[in-house]
């Protein structure tokens, strides 16, 4: 008989009883019987669920429409790529149809780090050091055999359609650019180039809700891995770092020695920080939760 790792108690607020959504049939027939709970954290664009029934271990489901299920089916590809590299969301189904598609994974045991943060202040050198390490082995992947890139042009391409298009929200932005409008943001970016880039493999939004940790503060699991591609390792660094700060300033200071960096690359934070106000989408300021869709929605 599988023993499956006991789910541990899901905070509260984080999501809430729900009706199922259309399926398609052979999906539907699959679920048939499970508990429906709809996530209010990790949405991005997606309708995200999270699937119970007794005896078996939990399930995700996202589904999204138009660009949302192009992002879902770049998720899937990753997931496949990451296997038995990096631990992360099992794969259980994809299907695509029409312009909707469906992402079924196994949950990942364990609770997000932001969740075990506000549960175990005391912990918090265990729990920052045990990101670095994740983010070290992340980053020592060789990223020649990786197959998603993510070069700064393309996500500066990315930024300025945004901007164009209306879609950078300057009542998201951090406390730091409060105040700013997204031109001054584009601006700011600007002034900041050209960098040297260090590519590695990156998670591309490694954020505290997109890292679940055990009972001992260890990575049992990946999550939201859409944006994972070759890219600077700043990408991860500034968001990981920025998150860290609604602990506290002593909290987030840990991050540098953990991670073996003397003086962090200021400019680099700046720039990325910067790049991902363009594409940060809030539920709510709960700690700057990095919900981000890289996909521009249909016109």
Not at 211 to 219: N, W
Not at 265 to 284: Q, V, W
Request: glycine share 8%; hydrophobic share 40%.
């Amino acid at each position: 008989m599988t023993r499956h790792p006991p789910a541990l108690p899901v905070t509260p607020g984080r999501e809430k009883a729900a009706r199922p959504p259309a399926l398609p049939p052979g999906l539907a027939a699959r679920l048939d019987g499970v508990r429906w709970r709809r996530n209010l954290v990790g949405e991005a664009g997606a309708a995200v669920y999270r699937l119970q029934r007794p005896g078996e271990p939990d399930l995700y489901l996202k589904q999204g429409r138009a660009q949302t299920a192009q992002a879902l089916a770049d998720e899937m590809a990753r997931l496949r790529w990451l296997a038995g590299r990096m631990p992360a969301a099992p794969l259980v189904h994809f299907e695509c149809t029409g312009h909707q598609a469906w992402l079924l994974t196994q949950a990942v045991p364990g609770l997000t780090a932001h969740e075990w943060l506000q549960r175990r202040p005391d912990r918090a050198p265990q729990i920052v050091a045990e990101l670095a390490r994740g983010l070290a082995r992340l980053h020592a992947l060789p990223a020649l055999h990786c197959p998603f890139q993510s070069p700064l042009e393309q996500r500066l391409a990315l930024a300025r359609q945004r901007l164009d298009a209306g879609l950078i929200d300057a009542d998201d932005f951090d406390d730091a650019r409060q105040g700013w409008t997204p031109d001054a943001v584009w601006r700011s970016l600007q002034s900041l180039l050209p960098l040297a880039i260090d590519p590695v493999v990156t998670h591309g939004d490694y954020s505290l809700d997109n890292i679940l940790l055990d009972e001992d503060f260890r990575i049992t699991g990946l999550i939201d891995l859409g944006r994972l591609g070759v890219a600077d390792r700043y990408q991860d660094l500034a968001i990981l770092w920025n998150c860290l700060a609604e602990f506290g300033r002593d909290v987030q200071a840990q991050l540098w020695p953990a991670c073996g960096i003397d003086t962090p690359d200021a400019r680099k934070l700046d720039f990325f920080l910067c790049l991902d106000e363009c594409f940060f989408i809030s539920p709510g300021r709960r700690g700057r939760s990095h919900l981000v869709d890289h996909h521009l929605p249909e016109p």
